[in-house]
């Protein structure tokens, strides 16, 4: 499906007080757009898609596959499938995040661990 859109026109969803995402999706594939504020952690996790993390603005830390990461403006980190990873905002942070499917936790809103609460059943 062919879409054309602004971010401008995307709805801002905040998760908790330091993290909002936008998000847009095709049919296979999704982009979000992730706000961080200094500080802000996204706890471990892992999931099935595979991720390309694009820092347009600050810094995050990783810590994946036994290492601690810091990813830069400018900076791309790709992340298997299934391969668990923590995040850490070194300075307030604007990524770009590309997932391949789309992540069904996010649209159904199932996401818990950004949330601060436990997941909906």
């Given at each position: ?25 095709g049919d296979k594939i999704m982009l ?90």
């Amino acid at each position: 499906m062919l879409k054309h859109t602004a971010w401008k026109d995307v709805e801002l969803e905040q998760l908790n007080p330091l993290l909002d995402r936008q998000m847009i999706t095709g049919d296979k594939i999704m982009l979000a757009r992730v706000l961080l504020k200094k500080g802000c952690v996204v706890p471990e996790h892992s999931h099935e898609n595979e991720q390309v993390t694009y820092i347009l603005e600050g810094a995050l830390k990783f810590w994946i596959d036994g290492k601690e990461i810091v990813v830069h403006e400018g900076e791309v980190l790709c992340i298997p499938p299934n391969m668990p990873h923590k995040a850490e905002a070194m300075a307030d942070t604007v990524d770009l995040d590309v997932f391949v499917p789309p992540r069904q936790d996010w649209l159904n809103k199932t996401d818990g661990y950004l949330r601060g609460r436990a997941a909906k059943k």
